[in-house]
């Protein structure tokens, strides 16, 4: 095995990460477009705030929002992510089911409220994908096989960074499948992020299912926006939702990390269904929205795959920093620099 090129001296070691950041993401990106078929595209920064377009989250972070010179009393938004802009490109380009798309979305969320943790940015970047689907494929099956193909293109992107940087993988050769009820009924004590370090340390990777949805006891897994992701649809296993998370071991932290946030798209009947259940009726009259329950955009698949995570699990890094440029509170600076971590 080569000696990593990781492992020089202190002033070499931000180029040679600089060198092995876009390594991985040129790899990484190359692998996903050929196992899901998607064609690279352009995609916006920003969005009008009332087409519908944007990422609402858990519906209580606020978007970077300004106007533009001469152009009325049209507001913008800094997008969340693209998860619905990407369903209307594909109805724009023509799609057929099979075809998909990927972007390099860039985004500010400046509502995250842990900026103390080494996992959270300001900043997030993100392989946005989505693909068009036949309304058969809106099963369990389907959605397992492409978190499959999703995690063959990570598996394939760790193995060549052992071969080029020698840092040795740590990934289980598959990905495990939980549902969020599982989990619940095995740990009915314990909180939702402590069931993941519990099941992701047991698995080293696995797909959690049915995030957003309402548990046995009444509460939800994780927050999910109700227009995008099928978190109600019933499954073959008795239990409900077509969406949920990626989620790895991470042993440098010490606990769960999450990748991914993926799933089947909602059809017109799931998202007034979970409208309804969110209390978010007023979003039918959004632009968006009008043309979905119209039927004029395609049934999808897709999700988003976190950048700087990614390349900070595979590099075996302590911060999100080491691999992405932000700004983070005086705290967290002395405490990296204490800790000899050195951030972009």
Not at 84 to 95: D, I, Q, T, V, Y
Not at 255 to 273: N, P, Y
């Amino acid at each position: 095995m080569p000696t990593s090129t990781l492992e020089k001296t202190k002033k070499a070691n931000l180029l040679e990460t600089e060198k092995a950041i876009t390594f991985v993401k040129r790899i990484f990106s190359k692998k996903l477009e050929s196992y899901l078929n998607l064609t690279r595209v352009s995609s916006p920064l920003y969005t009008a705030a009332d087409s519908g377009v944007q990422d609402n989250l858990n519906g209580t972070e606020n978007a970077v929002s300004f106007k533009i010179k001469n152009n009325g009393s049209v507001n913008y938004e800094i997008v969340h992510s693209l998860a619905k802009w990407k369903r209307s490109a594909l109805e724009r380009f023509n799609a057929e089911p099979g075809q998909g798309i990927v972007t390099d979305m860039k985004a500010l969320r400046p509502d995250e409220p842990d900026l103390t943790s080494s996992i959270h940015s300001v900043y997030v970047d993100q392989w946005d994908w989505e693909k068009v689907i036949d309304p058969a494929d809106r099963n369990l099956d389907f959605l397992k096989a492409n978190v499959r193909k999703i995690y063959q293109s990570l598996k394939g992107t760790e193995e060549r960074v052992t071969e080029e940087f020698g840092i040795e993988g740590i990934l289980p050769d598959e990905i495990s499948f939980v549902h969020t009820e599982e989990l619940v009924e095995k740990w009915p004590d314990k909180t939702p992020r402590e069931r993941e370090d519990l099941i992701t340390r047991a698995n080293g990777a696995v797909f959690i299912i049915g995030i957003g949805g309402v548990l046995p006891d009444g509460s939800i897994h994780d927050g999910r926006a109700p227009d995008y992701d099928d978190w109600t649809s019933e499954t073959s296993e008795g239990r409900r939702g077509l969406n949920g998370d990626i989620m790895v071991w991470n042993s440098v932290l010490g606990r769960a990390f999450e990748l991914s946030s993926m799933g089947i798209r909602v059809d017109r009947e799931t998202m007034l269904k979970q409208l309804e259940i969110r209390d978010e009726m007023g979003r039918c009259e959004l632009d968006w929205h009008k043309k979905l329950i119209n039927g004029e955009l395609p049934q999808t698949i897709g999700g988003g795959i976190g950048q700087s995570r990614l390349v900070m699990f595979i590099l075996q890094k302590h911060h999100i920093g080491e691999v992405q440029v932000s700004e983070w509170p005086d705290n967290v600076l002395e405490a990296c620099k204490e800790k000899d971590i050195e951030l972009l």
